[in-house]
């Protein structure tokens, strides 16, 4: 089973990314989240692999970090009717942080706002996972913060409390959490991690 891949990025696309890996080229599957993180092409990169196996098929489906991976994994295995494919759409909707906020809060139009997701899928979503995340959620919050603020949690990219207040900062200025959340990843690539919030903020409305 494999479980991640270290070599040269041969080629990336919006779904898509091949890495050479001992002179054999692995097609992998990867979330527009992710993309937005891949090197250029011929760099040495990492993902993290979940390997699904059928009957009729192998498919390798990449993460930036092995959270990603590992919650993809719970929803493909624990929610009725959500394949990979309808996972994939899902990271490429929301980053991480973002997704477990939603499920924690119950915020079925956001999930729904997920290409393929409809309305019945996205309540599925929350009655099977919401339990899950929750608890991490309130440990985070004291159970007290709602609304915009809410969009907290262990990035893949940024420090957890920059970017959630960088996001709620978007949010309360009238952008859709969505539209927010992409801003915000797209300010942390260009100026890091450490950034401070009020640049993320500029770069993210630049960006939005």
Not at 2 to 11: D, F, K, V
Not at 83 to 92: D, E, H, K, Q, V
Not at 160 to 182: I, N
Request: with cysteine; charged share 25%.
């Amino acid at each position: 089973m494999i479980t991640s891949l270290r070599g040269t990025l041969l080629e990336s696309a919006i779904f898509h990314a091949v890495v050479e890996c001992a002179g054999v080229g692995y097609e992998v599957h990867i979330p527009v989240t992710t993309t937005e993180k891949l090197p250029p092409p011929g760099s040495e990169v990492r993902l993290h692999i979940l390997h699904v196996i059928r009957e009729d098929d192998q498919s390798l489906y990449g993460f930036a970090s092995a959270e990603e991976r590992d919650f993809f994994k719970m929803l493909v295995e624990r929610v009725s009717g959500v394949g990979p494919r309808t996972a994939l759409n899902i990271f490429s909707k929301l980053s991480l942080p973002v997704l477990k906020e939603a499920l924690a809060r119950g915020d079925v139009k956001l999930l729904a706002s997920c290409p393929g997701i409809g309305k019945k899928t996205a309540e599925r979503l929350v009655v099977e996972l919401r339990d899950k995340v929750s608890a991490g959620v309130s440990a985070r919050d004291g159970g007290a913060q709602t609304g915009p603020a809410a969009l907290a949690g262990p990035a893949g990219g940024g420090a957890p409390s920059t970017q959630s207040d960088a996001v709620a900062a978007l949010v309360s200025l009238g952008l859709k959490a969505v539209d927010a959340d992409k801003a915000v990843r797209q300010a942390i690539e260009k100026l890091g991690a450490g950034a401070p919030i009020e640049r993320l903020i500029r770069a993210a409305l630049g960006n939005s």
